[in-house]
């Protein structure tokens, strides 16, 4: 494109002429008119001229510069001249379009370093709250599995502290001391029993004791008739034998009183026997009543609570079970929680050497273009020699410099590497 | 129970190594990247270093060959936890002085097993 002053310059030969035919209509009518009418149109023809040159006349062929010493002809000349204009005009809409990609990808490493800051706050907060959830998760399982590892602990690890027994050692305990007091209780009515027997042989012994106070008593009643006979046979006949006799009834009637004496007594002392008999004999059944009874409750009980915790025991043991299953839910969790490293990393390699290498390029292609656009506007540019390998040319603070291609560069970080391991954990 | 340095400039990864070494039972310290590892390495007795290898600043391979330099690292087990998987990489590491490699995402059963492999 020339401008519009270059190119009433170039038609200005014709201006004259143009001027004629737009003058001619005015010289007709300009009698008719008034004055200052004609001479307001008279001012305007130029303007018209210029107006018409610029915008209907098509654009004029360029004249031959005066250093031009390449021998083309002028229809050479001014096809190259036509496919400069259109180089022109698509370089500078390139520059345009590589401006606004610049501006893009700017605003995408932008973007991408949002949501890099974006995710990472968002896992950080899932991450803290996960965290305290599964803190509270371990407690509370640890407070589960003391009470599994109290309630399964193998008999024979007894401690000797009281505080530090576990439930099935309290049961035991209380099960031991119950069934030492049923012992202690059966041990008490066989030795009741044990009294009972001997309270019967004391009665034997003292119903002995009546036949033979009976037979003293038989012996002394004989005595005192034999006494008193002999008395009578020997009466006035010899008075020392009669006191004799009558001394041996006196002794005869004497022991026949003791006699009486002591089986008042011993009837006391068995009365006194077969009351305590009795009593024994009741309290005996009743403790033994009392202990078998105590027996058969203490171990229904021990059963009922051995069997609880024997519930506790599988109930917690299924919690263990739960536990376990957390812990891999856990696992599962922390290797997912780490994709937010693993998206960041991949999003720092293409944001730091993909979008930086593209930007770097659009940069390049910018620079390139906006120096091929200055040196197009001064002289044509031999842009035959220029393809994909060729270093793209860089123009900074008037210095030309080069940029390598990827083909010539190193390779992108973020490439996979051929020969990468699949192995997730290697000790050298 | 280990003293460990997790090393990454990534929290939610130094907080997740750190969860697991802890509930393993060793004791952990963190750092974000290479210089304060290296000042927190000079100031505890560490029975084992577990870095990132792509961090801003000194990388986990730089990491390694500054602690080995160390007097007071320099037979410290150093495991690194990366992304990064090529031979390439770990054979940097491997001369650089590492001990093992761990690819990411890793899995806490064989962060610790891997873990008493190296403290055994």
Redesign the interface.
Known sequence: MISPTEKLLRYRSRIPALLLLLGLPWLSFAFLVPWWVSVACLAMLPVAAAVIIVVVFPTPPATRRQDDTTGLSNTQIQKMREASSGLHNLLGRWSTVSRDTRASLEEAQHQVDHVIEQT?NA??EI??AF?AI?RKT?TQMEYALGLLQHANVAEGEDTERGEDLTLPQYIRASEAMLNALAAHLLHFSEESLKLMQRQQNSREQARRIDDLLDQMTSMSKQLGVLALNASVIVQGKDQRFVDLADKVRALSQNANELSRDVRQSLEGIKEQMSESHSAINAMTQEARATAQKAQSEVQKLSGNMLNKNRQVADNLARINSVGAEIQKD??QI?????????T???L?RLKAPVLSEVLKMVHSLSDETRFLNQRLNANLVDVSGIDAATPFRVVKNGAITTVATEEQGEPAPGS??S?????????? | MALILAVDDSTTMRQMVSFTLTNAGHEVLEAQNGDEAIKLAKSNKFDLIITDVNMPGMNGIELVRALRAMPECKFTPVLMLTTEGGADMKQQGKAAGATGWIVKPFNPEVLLSTLKKVLD
């Open positions: 990472e896992v950080i991450t803290n965290l599964t371990r856990i696992n922390i290797i997912s929680m780490q994709f937010q490293d693993i960041q990393q991949k720092r996979k590497q020969g990468e391991s699949d192995g997730k954990v290697e000790l050298f």
